[in-house]
């Protein structure tokens, strides 16, 4: 897995869904304004807690979980 020092998946926070930061802000949340069309101004201006490496890092974490290959697993 890849590094991703903002993002953090805590099964007490959200449901254990990734978050920025440990903050109550989901990757999906983030990925979700951002597909609807706001800009980062737009939701760092939203969310002042949040900066500008915590969007692209959503952005480079989403992209990860996309190609992660997952593989079958046979039980003999």
Not at 14 to 41: D, E, F, N, Y
Not at 42 to 49: C, E, V
Request: charge should be negative.
């Amino acid at each position: 897995m890849k590094p991703f020092s903002r993002i953090t998946l805590n099964p007490t926070v959200m449901g254990g869904k990734p978050c920025i930061r440990g903050l109550r802000v989901t990757v999906g949340m983030v990925l979700g304004l951002m597909a609807s069309g706001h800009s980062t101004v737009d939701i760092l201006a939203a969310y002042p807690y949040l900066e500008e490496e915590d969007l692209r890092e959503a952005l480079a974490y989403a992209a990860w979980r996309v190609e992660e290959a997952e593989a079958s697993l046979v039980l003999e």
